[in-house]
């Protein structure tokens, strides 16, 4: 069963800093990985979606890498800003036993302080 | 723009009574859709598998008879909670991916407030 995890849960930095979220699954035959954004009490904001061929996405700041391999994927914010405030939810499709599925991560909550 | 509609956004009802919410698949059809359940700082658990022309699937600890789930159509997909309880307040989110190496799109959610 695929299981997926995230580190940090929770994660506090001062403006303008550089900051990397991890997060990691257990069957390493997924489909493709997705990072999400969510506002509180808020739906989901896709960032970037990553292939299993691929090693890494960017869209302007964001910049996520994925070694499937090892079942691992970061997702790196280059100059936070206080707007990025938000959770961060890793989110894996596919699996040996998962097929289409999309499993999420717990989701790492980020603060960035002005 | 969307591709993926869900409905209502938001809902209060009283315990006992059911409450339907429906996703709809706008730009494409969907022949499988997954149904989530997020309860607060928590993150978004896998309830059921719905699949057109089939029962759905559901994952394990969630009671397929209190959440009825109908694949209505190619691009509809409806979840009812029946028999409301407070504990069933949560945030409950769809989703349809249109093909397996495609991302998945989500609806917006419906926040459901049993009381």
Redesign the interface.
């Known amino acids: 069963k695929q299981e997926v995890t995230q580190i940090p849960a929770a994660l506090s930095v001062p403006e303008g800093e550089n900051l990397v979220l991890n997060c990691s699954f257990t069957d390493s035959a997924i489909y493709n990985l997705q990072w999400f954004r969510q506002d509180p009490g808020k739906g989901l904001t896709s960032l970037l979606l990553i292939q299993s061929s691929q090693r890494e996405q960017t869209s302007g700041r964001l910049n996520a890498s994925l070694d499937k391999s090892s079942g691992r994927s970061t997702l790196y914010i280059a100059a936070s800003q206080p707007g990025d405030s938000a959770t961060y939810l890793c989110a894996v499709r596919g699996g040996e036993t998962s097929y289409d599925k999309v499993i999420f991560g717990p989701g790492t909550s980020l603060s960035v302080i002005p | 723009g969307a591709v993926v509609s869900q409905h209502p956004s938001w809902v209060i009802c009283k315990s006992g009574t059911s409450v339907k919410i429906e996703c709809r698949s706008l730009d494409f059809q969907a022949t499988?859709m997954?149904w989530?359940r997020q309860f607060p700082k928590?993150?978004?658990?896998?309830m059921a598998?719905s699949n057109e022309g089939s029962k759905a699937t559901y994952e394990q600890g969630v009671e397929k008879d209190k959440f009825l789930i109908n694949h209505a159509s190619l691009t509809l997909s409806t979840l009812t909670v029946t028999s409301a309880h407070p504990e069933d307040s949560s945030f409950y989110?769809c989703?349809a991916?249109s093909r397996?190496?495609?991302?998945?799109f989500?609806?917006?959610?419906t926040?459901l407030t049993v009381v």
């Open positions: 499988t997954f989530y928590q993150s978004l658990m896998l598998t989110i989703s991916p397996w190496d495609t991302e998945a989500f609806g917006q959610g926040r």
